[in-house]
C-alpha cells in the first residue's frame, strides 16, 4: 500500500494541493488537511460546487462542511458509504478509497500550471505578437510635435506632420480644388475660366513658370503678406504670426470647409431623392402611355371592322381559315421532323445515362475523399496542438519521478490480484464440488431411508424382530440428522466466527480507539459551547425582564 499512496501524495502534488514534505503517507492526514485536498480534487472534477477551502475551527461548523464534502462526492459518483466521519474520524482505508476515486475522476487536461498556457506553436505566438503590437499602436498618440512651420513648400513639396495636420501636398497634388480652396480664403477669387494661381503671382517673375509647385509657392508668399495672420506693429514693422494664431486660422478654416461640404452632402442627398422621385414618376408615366397606346390600337382596329362589318367578318373568316389550314401544314412538317429527333434525343440519352452514373459516382467519391480529408487535417492539426503541449508539460515534469519503479510495482500487483483470482476460483470449484457430492449423498440416503423404513414396515406387523429393526432404523435416522444438523450449525458458528475476526481486524484498522478518543474530545468542546450559549440565553433574558421592569 506504500507504492500507492506515494502515486496518490505524487498527485495531489501535482495538483498543487500544498501538501509539506515531512508528509510521507496517508497516515499523516490530519482532517484540515484531509479537508483542503478532497475540496481541491472535487473544484477540478466539477468546478461549479461551491466548496468550502478549510476546517473551521467550531464543532458544528465543522459537522456541517464535512457533511457538505461527503454529499459532493456522493454527486460526482462516489458509490461507498460516505459521511463526515469519513473526514472527522477517518482511518487510512477510507481515505485511501476516496482518493483513488478522486483521482480517477480528475479531467486529463489537469496540469500542474495554474497560469495561462503559452502558445503551442510558432504561427500561433506570431500572431499574438501581431496582435499585441496593432494594439499598442492603436493605443499610443499619433500625434507628435515637429518644429518647423505647419505648411513648409520648401522640404520638397512635403508637410511636416506638425499639430496642424496641414495636407501633403506634392506636384500631383496641386489640383483645381486647392487652388480654389486658397483663393477663396484671399478673397481673390474670380469666376472667370482663368488660372488664378497664376494670375495672382507676382509680376516679377516674367518667365512662364511651369512647375506648378513653384506657382503655389510664389502665390502663397504673396498670399501670406496680405494674410490676417500677420498683423502690424505700431512702428510699422510687420510681427512674425505665432503657432497659435496660424492654427487658429487653420481650424477656422477646416471647420468652413467641413461645413461647405455637409451643406454639399445634404444637398445631394436631397437631388438624389429628389431625381428617385422623378425618376419612378416617369416610369409610371411611360407605362401608362404604353398601356393607352394598346388601347387606341384595338380600338382603331375596332372601328375599321365596324365601317363595313359583313365584308370585314368575311375577310375575318377567310384568314383564320388560312391561318388553320397553315397550323396543320405546319403540325405536319413539325411531325415530320420531331419524330427522327425524338428517337436520337433517346438513343443519345441511353447512351450517356451510364456515363452520367459514373460520372455522379466518382463525384461522390471525390466528395467524400476531400471531407474526409478535411476531417484528417483537422484531426492532424489537433493532434499536433496536442502533442505539442504535451512535450511542453513533459519537459516541465520532473524526472526524479521513477516511473519504471511504479510500473512494475503496478504489473507485481496485478500479478497478485490475478493470482488471487485463480486461487479464489479454484476454492469455489471445490466448494461447488463438494456441495454436489454432499446433495447426491444426502438424495442417495434419503431414497434408500425409505426403501429401508417401507421394507422393514411391511414385516412389523408379522415379526417382532422386524418391528425391533424398525424402531431402531427410526432412531438411527433421527440421531443421524440430530448430528448433520449440528455439523451445519459447526459451520455456521465458524463462518460466523471468522466473520467476526475479520470485523475485529478491520475494527483494528480504523483506530477504534484514537477515534473515540476524538469523539470524546469533539463531545466536550460541543458541552462547553452549549453551556456557554445557554448563560448567554440565561443573561439576555435576565436583561429582557430588567428592561420589562424599568
Keep these: ?114 497560469g495561462t498556457e503559452t502558445p503551442v506553436d510558432r504561427v500561433t505566438d506570431l500572431e499574438n505578437r ?14 507628435k510635435d515637429h518644429q518647423g512651420s505647419p505648411l513648409d513648400l520648401r ?184 419524330a427522327p429527333l425524338v428517337a436520337t434525343l433517346e438513343e443519345q440519352q441511353a447512351k450517356h445515362s451510364d456515363k452520367i452514373g459514373k460520372s455522379q459516382k466518382v463525384i461522390d467519391e471525390i466528395e467524400s475523399a476531400r471531407r474526409k480529408s478535411e476531417q484528417v487535417i483537422v484531426d492532424l492539426q489537433t493532434k499536433s496542438a496536442l502533442h505539442a503541449r504535451l512535450m511542453q508539460e513533459f519537459e516541465k515534469i520532473g524526472k526524479t519521478v521513477s516511473r519504471t519503479a511504479y510500473t512494475g510495482r503496478i504489473l507485481e500487483i496485478i500479478g497478485n490480484i490475478r493470482k488471487q483470482k485463480t486461487d479464489i476460483e479454484k476454492i469455489l470449484h471445490d466448494t461447488r464440488s463438494l456441495q454436489k457430492e454432499i446433495n447426491t449423498a444426502t438424495g442417495q440416503l434419503d431414497r434408500q431411508f425409505a426403501v429401508t423404513d417401507d421394507l422393514i414396515f411391511r414385516n412389523a406387523k408379522r415379526d417382532e424382530y422386524c418391528k425391533r429393526a424398525y424402531i431402531l432404523l427410526v432412531a438411527l435416522h433421527t440421531e443421524c440428522s440430530e448430528l448433520v444438523g449440528l455439523v451445519q450449525e459447526t459451520g455456521a458458528v465458524k463462518r460466523e466466527v471468522r466473520e467476526l475476526e475479520d470485523q475485529i481486524e478491520n475494527e483494528k484498522d480504523r483506530n477504534v480507539v484514537a477515534n473515540l478518543a476524538q469523539i470524546g474530545q469533539d463531545l466536550e468542546e460541543m458541552q462547553q459551547d452549549s453551556r456557554r450559549l445557554e448563560e448567554a440565553i440565561r443573561q439576555l433574558e435576565l436583561s429582557a425582564g430588567r428592561n420589562g421592569m424599568n
Design 1 to 114: 500500500m506504500d507504492d500507492i499512496d506515494n502515486i496518490i501524495l505524487h498527485s495531489l502534488r501535482q495538483i498543487d494541493c500544498d501538501l509539506d514534505d515531512d508528509i510521507q503517507g496517508l497516515e499523516n492526514f490530519t482532517p484540515s488537511i484531509l479537508v483542503r485536498t478532497v475540496s481541491k480534487c472535487l473544484l477540478l472534477i466539477d468546478p461549479s460546487l461551491d466548496l468550502p477551502q478549510s476546517l473551521p475551527p467550531g464543532m458544528a461548523q465543522r459537522f456541517t462542511v464535512t457533511a457538505r464534502l461527503a454529499e459532493a462526492c456522493t454527486t460526482v459518483g462516489y458509490r461507498r458509504d460516505i459521511g463526515y466521519q469519513t473526514f472527522l474520524y477517518s482511518n487510512v482505508a477510507e481515505v485511501r478509497r476516496v482518493f483513488m476515486f478522486l483521482i480517477e475522476q480528475l479531467p486529463k487536461e489537469t496540469t500542474d500550471s495554474t
Design 130 to 143: 501581431i496582435v499585441e503590437s496593432m494594439h499598442q499602436q492603436l493605443r499610443s498618440s499619433w500625434r
Design 155 to 338: 522640404q520638397g513639396g512635403r508637410l511636416g506632420r506638425g499639430i496642424a495636420k496641414i495636407p501633403f501636398v506634392t506636384q500631383s497634388d496641386v489640383t483645381a480644388e486647392i487652388k480654389e480652396y486658397w483663393l477663396r480664403r484671399s478673397g481673390l477669387w474670380d469666376e472667370s475660366g482663368k488660372d488664378e494661381v497664376d494670375r495672382q503671382v507676382p509680376n516679377s517673375t516674367a518667365e512662364p513658370m511651369a512647375d506648378p509647385i513653384t506657382k503655389l509657392q510664389a502665390y502663397y508668399a504673396q498670399y501670406k503678406a496680405k494674410s490676417s495672420l500677420t498683423e502690424e506693429l505700431p512702428d510699422g514693422s510687420v510681427s512674425p504670426p505665432t503657432r497659435e494664431d496660424q492654427l487658429t486660422a487653420l481650424d477656422e478654416g477646416m471647420e468652413g470647409i467641413q461645413k461647405a461640404l455637409q451643406e454639399l452632402r445634404a444637398e445631394c442627398q436631397e437631388h438624389r431623392a429628389k431625381r428617385e422621385t422623378v425618376r419612378v414618376g416617369a416610369k409610371e408615366l411611360d407605362q401608362v402611355v404604353t398601356k393607352l397606346k394598346d388601347e387606341k390600337k384595338v380600338k382603331e382596329r375596332t372601328h375599321i371592322l365596324l365601317e363595313n362589318p359583313e365584308v370585314n367578318v368575311a375577310k375575318l373568316e377567310s384568314i383564320i381559315a388560312a391561318a388553320g389550314e397553315k397550323m396543320k401544314k405546319l403540325q405536319s412538317q413539325w411531325e415530320t421532323h420531331r
